[in-house]
């Protein structure tokens, strides 16, 4: 019923800036928070970034001061901007809300959409 769909991933230069967005769709009441995480093979995926309804930020040490994380309540989306960006953060990047809708109040993942960073 709550589908989240990330989009924005792709190959980059090093130094180089991606946007990534994550959609909400489905019979939605409210989103709490909203976080982008990343996993690379044979690695736990990680917390990258995550943002209250109220629009507070947090992130993990590596991004900080590279990636922004923003959300536009209206449209139940969540953004993710990452500039300055290195090899090392190539990830398959996924998002993931606490969402309240007509099936509970249940915290959903997106697909993942790849990020990689190759000269």
């Known amino acids: 019923q709550v589908q989240l769909v990330e989009s924005g991933g792709g190959l980059v230069q090093p130094g180089g800036s991606l946007r990534l967005s994550c959609a909400a769709s489905?019979?939605?009441?409210?989103?709490?928070?909203m976080g982008w995480h990343r996993q690379v093979p044979g690695k736990q995926r990680e917390l990258v970034a995550y943002?209250?309804?109220?629009?507070?930020?947090g992130y993990a040490g590596s991004v900080k001061g590279r990636f922004t994380i923003s959300r536009d309540n209206a449209k139940n989306t969540m953004y993710l901007q990452m500039n300055s960006l290195k090899p090392e953060d190539t990830a398959v990047y996924y998002c993931?809300?606490?969402?309240?809708?007509?099936?509970?109040?249940?915290?959903?993942w997106g697909q993942g959409t790849q990020v990689t960073v190759s000269s």
């Open positions: 993931n809300a606490d969402v309240s809708s007509t099936a509970g109040y249940i915290n959903y």
């Open positions: 943002v209250t309804r109220g629009g507070g930020t």
């Open positions: 489905g019979s939605i009441f409210s989103i709490n928070d």
